[in-house]
């Protein structure tokens, strides 16, 4: 139902800066909140960074400070601007929108309060 894709990754040289988009379409529901992720080879799924309707935010300390969420309802898209970047950022990023049942003013950044996935995008960052 719902698409969610990214755009934005590429290769930058660490203190360099990217910024992510994700166009959603087909939305069935209002996604309350949204959120970007991260998966380096080998590892875990993190949650980065989220906003909900409100525009109340939440990020990881890894990323405070240098990473802002941000979302043009009007275009339907999510934002991750990313700045002073870190070789340890490097891995695949995914934008997603929360499952349904969490209700307005609801916000997380755990995976499984997402329901739907982009394809992600490659962010690499050379020291």
């Known amino acids: 139902q719902v698409q969610l894709v990214e755009s934005g990754g590429g290769s930058v040289q660490s203190g360099g800066s990217l910024r992510l988009s994700c166009a959603a379409s087909?939305?069935?529901?209002?996604?309350?909140?949204m959120g970007w992720f991260r998966q380096a080879p080998g590892k875990e799924r993190e949650g980065l960074a989220s906003?909900?309707?409100?525009?109340?935010?939440s990020y990881a300390d890894s990323v405070k400070g240098r990473f802002t969420i941000s979302q043009d309802n009007a275009n339907n898209t999510l934002y991750l601007q990313m700045n002073s970047l870190k070789p340890e950022d490097t891995g695949m990023y995914y934008c997603?929108?929360?499952?349904?049942?969490?209700?307005?003013?609801?916000?997380?950044?755990?995976?499984?309060?997402?329901?739907?996935w982009g394809q992600g995008t490659q962010v690499t960052v050379s020291s």
């Open positions: 997603a929108a929360a499952a349904a049942y969490f209700s307005r003013g609801s916000l997380s950044r755990s995976p499984g309060a997402f329901r739907y």
């Open positions: 087909r939305i069935t529901y209002r996604p309350y909140f």
């Open positions: 906003i909900n309707s409100d525009g109340r935010t």
